[in-house]
C-alpha cells in the first residue's frame, strides 16, 4: 500500500486502476468517448448496520436491453471526481485494455469510500480487525460493511443481474479480502491483488522484525492524519524538501525524531506501530490470514515476484486460503512485476530488464478477463477459464508456466553453501574450524538500497544491478563459477546461517542475485552491451536479529558468539541460465529502506543518537558452520 497508490488515489485513475476490469478482447482501436455518453452515474449514502452511511459511486450502463453484473471496489483512497455531473474523462488515456474492456463489457461499476475516509462517514481505523461473532449491529467490521453494500446494491441499482465482483490492488486488495469472508451470497468472485494481509508479518511496513522506513513514513505522512468530518480533500500535503531520502532520514535521525519533528503524536497509526514493536495481540487482530476459512466466492490471488510491498501477502493469503478452504476455487497469478504495474501499460520491462512481450497483456486477456465473466456474465455467457492453479511468470526464462500447484511438486531443496575466497557452490564446505569472514557495518554510512537518488523507491529498484553494492567493503559477496545448465527455483528461499556480532543486536540481509555473463569484452564500444555483468537482484530480505527465534520474544545477540539465523525469503521463479553465475550478498544495513539497527538490543524506536554504534560482523562458512541458503531447484523438464 505504498504513497504512490495514496497520492494517484486524487485521480480517477487511481480508481480505474484498482477496479474489477472484467475484460473482452481489447479493441484493435481505442474508445475515444467519455463516460456520460455509456453511464449514468450515481451518488449515493449507503446505510450500513449501526447507521453509519458509507459514500457510494456507481456507474450505471445506459444500456437497458440487457441485465449487468457488479464489479465493485472497496477504498481508503478517494472515488472521486466527486459529484454526479462529473465523469473521469475519456476511457482511451485510463489502464489501457483493462478499462475498454470493462466498459465494452457493460458491467456496472461501483466504487465505495470504507468508512471513515473521503466522504464516508463514520471512523476510519487501519486494518479494521475482524469481528468473527457478532452480537449486535454495533459489531462492525470490513465484512459487514461488504455485505451491507452488496445487499443494498442488488435490490437498489436497477438492470443488474444479482452477481457481484471484488477487486482491489493493495490497500484495496485487503478490503478484497474482507469481502470474501463472510461473503453476501452475491459476490461470487474476488480478487485481492496485492493485498495487504500482515503489516507486522511481512507486508508492507514489517520485515522479519525490520520497519520498511520509507514505506511507513512516507505513507502515513500522506495518509494518517486524523479527519474530523467527512470531505473531499482527505490527504495530508507531502514535501521532503530534497529529492534524495538517504539523506533525508540520516539527517531525521533514529527513529523516536519523527514524532518529534514530523507527526507531532497526530498521526495514530504511527504511533500504534511504536507501542507494538513486537507481535502481540494488537498485530494478531489485524491479521487476515486466520479467517480465510469457508470461503464460497471464486478466488483470484494476484501479485508481482518485484513488488516491495506486499509480495509476502498475496503469496501468504493463497496459501492460507487453499489450507483453510478445501474445496474452494482458489488461484494464484504471480507475474513479473513491481506493485500494481499489471493495472496499467504493457508490463514488457521492469527497470533494465526486459522479458520480451507485454505480460500485462497476458494477464488480462487470458486470466483474469475469463475468470471474472465465467463467473459474474452467468447463463453460460463466457466459456469456462483456463485450468491452473498457479499462473506463475519465470523471470529467467521470461515464460508464463500454468501450474497444478504453489510451491511445484517437482522441486527438490538443494543448499549453495557460502566458501572461501568469496566462492559459492552447492557442495558444502570441507574445512574445518571457526573459519570466517566479516565485516565492519557502521550505521553513520549505511549501505543504500538503490543507486539512484530517490525519496521514493522507483519500481524497478528490485531488479536494479546490484554491482554498486557488492563493491562496498561492508558487504561480502559470494559467486558460483559460470553454470554448465540451466538452475530454475521455484518457491521460497531459505536462509541458514551461522553468524556473531561484536553488539547484541543486528540485521541480516542476504540477497539472491543472477550475474549475466560478462559478453562485453570486445564489444563495439559504440555499441556495449548493457547488460554485461549485469547483477540482477532476484530476491533480498531482512532478518532483524533480535527476532531470530521468535517475533513475539525478541532475543540479545551474546557479542562474538557464533549463533545460528534463519530465517525464510519470498518466493520466486527463476531460471539462472547456462553461463550465468549465482550470487549473494550479505550486508547489515538496507538504508533507508530498513530502518537502522543501533547493534544493541533494545527497542529502537526509543533509540537515541548516543544508542548507535559501529559492530562488527561474522559468516561463518566451514564444515562445522556450514553457512548456506536453500533453494527449491525445479526437477525434471524446465
Sequence with gaps: MSRTFARSALTILAVLAAAPVALAQAPATPLATDYRTLYTKREVMIPMRDGVRLFTAIYIPKDTTRLHPIVMTRTPYSVGPYGADQFP??????????????????????FQDVRGRWMSEGTFMDVRPYIEHKHSNQDVDETSDTYDTAEWLIHNVPGNNGRIGVRGTSYPGFYASMAAIDAHPAIKVVSPQAPVTEWMGGDDFMHNGALLLPHAFDFYWGFGWPRPQPNTHDFHPVNFGTPDGYQYFLKLGPLANANLRVFHDSVAFWDSIAAHPTWDAF????????????????????????????????LHAYAAAEAQSPGAVNRLVMGPWSHGQWNGGPADSLGAVGWGFRTAQVFTDSIEVPFFNYYLLGDSAAPAPRAFEAAVFNTGANVWRYLDAWPPRNTAERNLY???????????????????????SDPAKPVPYTAAITHWYQNGFMV???????????????????????????????????????GTDCDWIVK???????????????????MAGYEMLVRGDVL????????????????????????????????????????????????????RNPGRFMDIWHATDADFHKTTQRVFRSAEYPSHVVLPVLTGAQ
Excluded: C
Design 89 to 110: 474523462g475519456v476511457f482511451r488515456g485510463l489502464g489501457g485494455g483493462q478499462v475498454l474492456a470493462y466498459v465494452r463489457a457493460g458491467y456496472i461499476g461501483v
Design 283 to 314: 498485530w494478531a487482530a489485524r491479521s487476515v490470514r486466520p479467517h480465510l476459512r469457508n470461503l464460497h466466492p471464486a478466488m483470484l490471488w494476484v501479485g508481482g515476484w518485484f513488488d516491495t510491498e506486499n509480495l509476502w501477502g498475496a
Design 418 to 440: 557460502l566458501q572461501a575466497g568469496g566462492g559459492l557452490a552447492f557442495a558444502a564446505p570441507r574445512a574445518h574450524g571457526r573459519l570466517f569472514d566479516e565485516y565492519v
Design 464 to 502: 536494479e544491478d546490484q554491482r554498486f553494492a557488492g563493491r562496498r567493503p561492508d558487504v561480502l559477496v559470494y559467486e558460483t563459477d559460470a553454470l554448465d545448465s540451466a538452475v530454475t527455483v521455484a518457491g521460497p528461499v531459505d536462509v541458514a546461517f551461522s553468524v556473531s556480532t561484536s
Design 512 to 530: 539472491v542475485i543472477d550475474v549475466f555473463p560478462d559478453t562485453g569484452a570486445g564489444a563495439n564500444p559504440r555499441a556495449p552491451n548493457t
Design 544 to 595: 532483524r536479529g533480535k527476532f531470530r527465534n521468535s517475533m513475539s520474544r525478541p532475543e540479545p545477540f551474546v557479542p562474538n558468539a557464533v549463533t545460528p539465523v534463519h530465517y525464510r525469503m519470498n518466493d520466486i521463479f527463476h531460471t539462472f541460465r547456462p553461463g550465468h553465475r549465482i550470487m549473494v550478498q550479505v550486508q547489515s544495513t538496507w538504508f533507508p529502506m530498513i530502518d
